[in-house]
């Protein structure tokens, strides 16, 4: 269980959040007494740690079984050249823990699996999947259907990047929506495209956390890098799909996913 009573430094140290305008102390205190699980310490991945961290996530948990090479250096900007070789979860704990002593991280060099997903989620409220539209959202996808979690995602390639939340129950999950989302594009990458997503991952997850306007439901943003814009398409439950049957979600969808309390002013999308 963790605590959610600000201390005096914490008060000082998020002042910028209690004075902001539906967020505030409450909020901030909700919070910190969340967990969320982030899957892949890449570029993705290490941007939205650090700002959830610097938010004061109470607990992040980071899943991520490589380690970290030279061409990596050229986006995931946590990692310094004396990191090189190190596992990247190991390697972002230390730097995430020099970030904000007041936060607990817990860093684990596995591979996500069926068989352990289960006992990463459990005791989050939000999932994070920065792992670049890889098989491994499809577990995830899984175990938030089961959870009822929401599964913030992301993905980036040459001068693009996507990101949606998949919360079952409440718009489609990440099957319902697969051939809509799925990327096999090119490996290029520009430098700061997955920054730029892994801190879109991070507002959204803290939105969700702290009950802050809408969720990102089905709605698929696109940041276009080479011409400097947001396009955005919908994404509709499928009802044949497979994972939200098998969790009796389709046909149950509320217009209001739980935790989400408060909008922004001025009203947001979605
Ligand atoms: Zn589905």
Not at 35 to 52: D, F, K, M, N, Q
Not at 190 to 197: D, K, N, R
Not at 215 to 235: D, N, Q, V, Y
Request: aromatic share 4%.
């Amino acid at each position: 269980m963790l605590i959610s009573t600000l201390s005096p430094a914490e008060i000082t140290r998020y002042a910028r959040h209690l004075t902001l305008e539906g967020w505030g102390r409450e909020t901030q205190e909700r919070v910190k007494s969340s967990r969320a699980l982030i899957v892949g310490a890449g570029g993705l991945g290490s941007t939205a740690a650090l700002h959830l961290m610097a938010a004061g996530v109470g607990a992040l948990r980071l899943v991520d079984n490589s380690r970290i090479n030279l061409a990596d250096l050229g986006q995931q900007v946590l990692f310094r050249e004396q990191d090189l070789g190190k596992a990247k979860a190991a390697a972002a704990e230390q730097r995430l823990k020099d970030l904000n002593s007041f936060t607990l991280v817990e860093s684990m060099v596995k591979v996500l699996s069926p068989h352990n997903v289960s006992r990463l989620t459990s005791d989050c409220q939000v999932i994070v999947d920065a792992t670049n539209n890889s098989p491994a959202g499809l577990i995830l996808n899984q175990a938030a259907a089961k959870l009822h979690l929401p599964l913030v995602s992301a993905w980036v390639w040459n001068m693009d990047g996507c990101l949606t939340t998949y919360w079952p129950g409440h718009g489609p999950c990440l099957t319902c929506s697969y051939q809509e989302t799925y990327n096999s594009g090119p490996p290029a990458l520009l430098s700061p495209l997955p920054g730029i997503l892994g801190a879109l991952q991070a507002l959204e997850a803290l939105r969700i956390l702290g009950g802050l306007g809408a969720a990102l439901l089905g709605r698929l943003l696109h940041f276009h890098g080479s011409s400097f814009h947001f396009t955005e398409k919908p994404l509709k439950p499928n009802s044949r799909c497979p994972t939200c049957q098998a969790h009796s979600r389709i046909g149950q969808l509320s217009e209001k996913p739980p935790g989400i309390r408060k909008t922004c002013k001025p009203p947001m999308r979605g």
